[in-house]
């Protein structure tokens, strides 16, 4: 069986690792979807720290990851189709978008699964993004009282 799941993982921390290692208990194929910068960049304010192909590659390099695919565009539907998939794992943010409701259908018409998962309480790369801003404007503004 195949499981497919997507995102961003920018700044590759714990909480995607328990993802993709739970993704591994729901079949033998683990693949992943990675959005480019211009998928990012069309629903959030800031394309990723880290380069496509930099994400890419650190993907590829877990061993409970067996296919890495990234995507340019904002459609999920010919990612299921190309790789086959069974599962398909989403985020709790997942919502009624139309992309979103063209693969659940698509899926749906296939006997295919969706698996909503609820993301790791303890941690996220827009917590880490914020954490490093704050420590770095705290070290700025030391830095100038100093002076």
């Known amino acids: 069986m195949v499981v497919y799941t997507v995102g961003t993982f920018d700044l590759l921390h714990v909480g995607h690792l328990a993802l993709l290692e739970y993704c591994g208990t729901l079949g033998n194929v683990v693949a992943v979807g990675v959005a480019s910068d211009s998928v990012v960049n069309s629903y959030k304010p800031n394309v990723p720290v880290i380069p496509l192909d930099q994400r890419t590659e ?13 995507y340019h565009e904002l ?11 069974d599962i398909f794992v ?26 909503q998962v609820l993301y790791s309480p303890r941690t996220s790369s827009t917590n880490i993004k914020q954490k ?15 002076a």
Request: hydrophobic share 35%; proline share 3%.
């Open 58 to 70: 650190m993907l590829q390099a877990l061993r409970c990851v067996d296919i890495v695919r990234p």
């Open 75 to 85: 459609d999920y539907v010919s990612g299921c189709k190309a790789l086959d998939v």
């Open 90 to 115: 989403v985020g709790e943010d997942w919502g009624k978008n139309p992309h979103n409701i063209a693969v659940e259908t698509y899926l749906k018409s296939q006997g295919k699964k969706i698996i």
């Open 132 to 146: 490093t801003i704050a420590q770095a404007h705290s070290k700025n503004y030391m830095q100038q009282s100093v």
